[in-house]
Nanobody, 127 residues
């Protein structure tokens, strides 16, 4: 079992930056692939970024490529999402998730491939 708690959300102007954190507790954090998802008002939850258990492989959704960076510290049981050049369309509740997938090439990118979820943190980007 893994418990996930996100932090770092808030209100920011377009063009600004935020860094989200996801602290994990429980067993074997370093063995899980991790991902960030978001859900905007009236929309389905969508994949944002994923990172392998080792941190050596990452994957991004097209709308955030070049602006967002996912990273992790297995020593600190934490995964991060650095968000730069934010746009109003990035406004959403951002959630981190853990997947029991242990491969290092393929990265899960759908909700059903993730096993544990945090409660989410609100990110609002004003124009």
């Amino acid at each position: 079992q893994v418990q996930l708690v996100e932090s770092g959300g808030g209100l920011v102007q377009a063009g600004g930056s935020l860094r989200l954190s996801c602290a994990a507790s429980g067993r074997s954090f370093s063995s899980y692939a991790m991902g960030w998802f978001r859900r905007a008002p009236g929309k389905e939850r969508e994949f944002v970024a994923g990172i392998s258990w080792s941190g050596g492989n990452t994957k991004y959704a097209d709308p955030v490529k070049g602006r967002f960076t996912i990273s992790r510290s297995n020593a600190e049981n934490t995964v991060y999402l650095q968000m730069n050049s934010l746009k109003p369309e990035d406004t959403a509740v951002y959630s981190c998730a853990a997947s029991r997938y242990t491969g290092s090439v393929y990265l899960p990118s759908t909700s059903r491939e993730y096993d544990y979820w945090g409660q989410g943190t609100q990110v609002t980007v004003s124009s």
